[in-house]
């Protein structure tokens, strides 16, 4: 973990999203994030699909990094669709409720963004944002574990530092409480932010999938955050009005 770390100070010490120029157009940046937040659980759920039929195909037992992988990812989709929260709340009283997709953390998003704009924003899937989420699927459901983990652990850990990051952004520019915005305060705010929890649990999948690769996972590792880091710092460029009217 402190390796991660090290890394992330190292190569990537300041978040795109931390410090905005003016000339950005914020609701393009939320919305393809938007359309981020609602594509992960599908892709992640379906990246089970492929490495399950390849074991079929050779009728061969599924290895236990698999099953390390797949419980994460099937952990990570129940809370993105509003699962784990309805549970918490209630219990399996509270199963009832998971119909509520109101609930899903990219409506949530949505809800948040009315907030801001005073209308609705819808998902943006921009030809960056639709590039990186087909790659983001192949790392999800690739063979290898280490690169599978890679994929996995640098999605969480780059995620709250996006979700921090934007937050903060936000508020400066919306002058609005951090508290008024569910989403981002669900996420990393309050004594026990859920995303930190994440950020451990994914991390744990290194003792289990790269035993033996550890200098190829840390490799792995910072290729793959990069590569969510880049996206964000794509989504700035692309929602740069000053640049778009310059370029047009």
Not at 124 to 129: A, L, M, V
Not at 208 to 214: A, D, L, N, R
Request: glycine share 4%; net charge negative.
């Amino acid at each position: 973990m402190n390796e991660l770390d090290k890394i992330i100070e190292e190569y990537f010490p300041e978040h795109p999203f931390s410090n905005i120029p003016e000339t950005v157009d914020y609701q393009k940046v939320l919305s393809n994030l938007i359309a981020y937040s609602q594509a992960f659980p599908y892709l992640q759920a379906g990246s089970q699909k492929d490495i399950f039929f390849h074991y079929l195909e050779k009728g061969e037992e599924i290895p236990k990094h698999v099953e390390y992988t797949s419980v994460v990812g099937n952990f990570l989709c129940w809370d993105e669709t509003g699962g784990l929260y309805a549970t918490l709340v209630r219990g399996l009283k509270g199963l009832p409720n998971i119909l509520d997709t109101d609930k899903f953390h990219s409506n949530i998003l949505k809800k948040d963004c009315r907030k801001l704009f005073n209308k609705e924003i819808y998902p943006e899937y921009s030809q960056i944002t639709k590039e990186h989420l087909i790659k983001l699927y192949n790392g999800l459901s690739s063979l290898c574990p280490v690169t599978r983990t890679a994929y996995m652990v640098s999605f969480e850990s780059h995620a709250e530092r996006l979700i921090t990051a934007l937050w903060e952004s936000l508020t400066q520019k919306f002058k609005v409480s951090k508290n008024s915005l569910s989403y981002f305060f669900m996420h990393v705010g309050g004594e026990k932010p859920a995303e930190f929890y994440h950020v451990e649990m994914t991390r744990k999948l290194i003792e289990k999938t790269t035993v033996g690769f550890e200098k190829d996972f840390l490799e792995k590792f910072k290729q793959a955050y990069s590569f969510h880091f880049n996206w964000c710092k794509d989504i700035i460029r692309i929602s740069n009005v000053a640049v778009s009217q310059d370029s047009a």
